[in-house]
């Protein structure tokens, strides 16, 4: 069993609607992050927040948008997207950023299908 | 130039055998290593870490080579559960900046 727990599993979408992915972690970790993973690709990083401070990989388009109720909270707000967004997203966190030494403990994933 | 750059494979070895997979990474300034299993449509799971000195976890082995910018896994005695994709994973300070190969697929057969 994960302690990074994604909601809901799967969710499928038209290009006009507006929905938001969550991501709860149970283990004190200081940094969170969400990744894009397209079938057969490595996850691609999109967010991370950690310490309070949010930083942003600049291609991430911005129909994705991030929200960080507290500490053990991301969520990601998604409008307006478009097919080529259909993929698995997943949440992931550590116990603090930068220290070089921190591995990154995943969520299952929500599997995104945009219609 | 990809920032982590894996051969994709398909490693088909049988069982018992002994497997090895390199990653390469192109910045010099990296400086945490792990590698992942990923199975068909679930999420990567932290498999271990990279340390400068190299660490071994059971049939698993890690090394790392800063000079030549690659780390290894080694897998002893392959089980069928091994069968999975590998991912190694680079970090820089700024986490802002962390990246995935796109794996190794390994494949253990009878």
């Known amino acids: 069993d994960t302690e990074v727990t994604q909601t809901p599993k799967h969710l499928v979408m038209g290009m006009t609607n507006k929905k938001s992915l969550k991501c709860e972690q149970h283990?004190?970790?200081?940094?969170m992050y969400w990744y894009k993973q397209k079938a057969k690709k490595p996850p691609e990083l999109m967010f991370v927040y950690s310490y309070e401070k949010l930083s942003i990989n600049e291609s991430v388009p911005s129909r994705f948008s991030p929200e960080c109720p507290n500490s053990s909270l991301l969520n990601l707000h998604l409008h307006a997207l478009q097919p080529e967004d259909s993929a698995l997203y997943l949440c992931?966190?550590?116990?603090?950023?930068?220290?070089?030494?921190?591995?990154?403990?995943f969520g299952d994933g929500t599997r995104l299908s945009i219609l | 130039r990809k920032e982590v750059e894996q051969d994709p494979g398909p490693f088909n070895v049988p069982e018992g055998a002994t497997v090895a997979f390199n990653c390469t990474y192109s910045n010099s300034a990296s400086q945490s290593f792990f590698w992942y299993r990923q199975d068909c449509r679930k999420e990567p799971k932290l498999l271990m870490s990279?340390?400068?000195s190299g660490n071994e976890d059971g049939r698993f082995t890690a090394q790392l080579n800063r000079a030549s910018q690659y780390i290894s896994l080694l897998i002893r005695d392959s089980k069928l559960s091994d069968s999975a994709t590998y991912l190694c994973a680079v970090g820089l300070y700024n986490f802002n900046k962390f990246y995935f190969g796109s794996g190794t697929k390994l494949n253990v057969k009878p």
């Open positions: 992931a966190s550590s116990r603090s950023e930068g220290t070089g030494n921190q591995p990154q403990h």
């Open positions: 283990m004190g970790h200081r940094a």
């Open positions: 990279v340390y400068s």
